[in-house]
């Protein structure tokens, strides 16, 4: 496999409040390649989203990032460590938008309800080409002809509220991707919308992956969504990485409880009619109560002694098959 178009290593991104500490991201690590999904799952809270928004530099204060490394290799063939560079700096700014594109979770709440979608849509392109005013509304009416909306030409005079969501959603990837980045994050791209919409942003998200050799980081969790775009896996819980793989490791042969639980919780049409879900017993810890040892061992069904004192290292245990968890650990056992 080629080399990593985006590697994450050791990242911890906290937010520091008088009440204590939030360890959003605690230590996680992956690679991303070009023409490649990576899916991120895990339930709210997880920081999903805090890892995506430290990759662009963009975490709300108090949150920083603590330590670890975000290596990028650009567009002329340098690598550079994100973490490095000034939140507001030229560089940043450039590469925001410009080689990494972010398509927010609520397209409502990300769209300017006061500007049509035209406008926003064009002051994307504005910011990373040099084109005339006239060249960047007809890149615009293609951006949004390219993503499936219906009689673009009309559609970007219209204001957001004038849309549906799915239309929206749609807008949202027309912008993430106006200066043909080559890395995209979408987070939770398909919440809120029914299920023929989903269908649709998650079969436009592969097309244009596929025209452009997009490397794609997927964050939602819904592990059905994953079965079906993902090629590699990252499963986290309060921050940590807790399993991570290729997809058909992942589904076929899940190593760690949580990432069993989370599979468990699917609907199937094999099961019994009238019978209840399976479901993780109790709920994610108060941020600022974070347990010891394992993070996931008060909700895990097997938990042992150990899992309450130390923390479990990573083991391999396939090709590119990673789990932290006492249980394939020799030493802990």
Partial sequence: MADPILS????????VADEGVVRAVDGTSFDLHSGRTLGIVGESGCGKSVTAKSILRIVERPGRIVSGQIMLRRQNGSTVDLTTLPTDGRDMRSIRGGEIGLVFQEPMS???AFHTIGNQLMEAIRLHTNLSKRAIREQAIELLAMVGIPRPAQRIDSYSFELSGGLRQRVMIAMALAAEPRVLIADEPTTALDVTTQAQILDLIRRLQQERDLAVMLITHDMGVIAEMADDVVVMYLGK???KGP???IFHAPRHPYTKSLLRSIPSVLAEPRSRLATITGSIPHPFARPGGCPFHPRCPDRHAVCEI??????????NH?????LYNKVAA
Wanted: aromatic letters at 6%.
């Fill in 8 to 15: 994450v290593r050791d990242l911890h991104t906290y937010f």
């Fill in 110 to 112: 990300s769209l300017s």
């Fill in 241 to 243: 990485e807790v399993e």
């Fill in 247 to 249: 997809v058909d490791d």
């Fill in 310 to 319: 130390t923390v479990p290292a990573e083991v391999v245990i396939g090709e």
């Fill in 322 to 326: 990673v789990t932290a968890c006492h």
